[in-house]
């Protein structure tokens, strides 16, 4: 399974970004996807993630109401709605992947996630 992230940008505070994340290799239907976020200096966090099988998602709280993730069978890819973005926003965001059922809930914790893309960088700057 491969991952390639893309949509990252330089945007003012209250911008909106789309971020892509496209798999190839594999069925996504198969795996839980996950955005993750890492900012200069800080560890991995993560940001959302959704499961493969009745579409349950999580989201940490400082992206809730702002952030919507989201999956295109058809196009085994799973995107990352960014609305009113705030300077902490700023991270390179990048997308793994987790094989496995989970029905009702999502795990969403970095370790627990691999084949990781190469990252795309968003800016919050005005």
């Known amino acids: 399974l491969q991952l390639v992230e893309s949509g990252g940008g330089l945007v003012q505070p209250g911008g909106s970004l789309r971020l892509s994340c496209a798999a190839s290799g594999r069925d996504l239907d198969y795996y839980a996807i996950g955005w993750f976020r890492q900012a200069p200096g800080k560890e991995r966090e993560e940001v959302s993630c959704?499961?493969?099988?009745?579409?349950?998602?999580s989201y940490v709280d400082s992206v809730k109401g702002r952030f919507t993730i989201s999956r295109d069978k058809a196009k085994n890819t799973v995107y990352l709605q960014i609305t009113n973005l705030k300077p902490e926003d700023t991270a390179v965001y990048y997308c793994?992947?987790?094989?496995?059922?989970?029905?009702?809930?999502?795990?969403?914790?970095?370790?627990?996630?691999?084949?990781w893309g190469q990252g795309t960088q968003v800016t919050v700057s005005s």
């Open positions: 959704i499961s493969p099988n009745d579409g349950s998602t």
């Open positions: 793994g992947a987790r094989k496995g059922l989970f029905i009702g809930y999502v795990p969403c914790a970095p370790s627990e996630y691999g084949s």
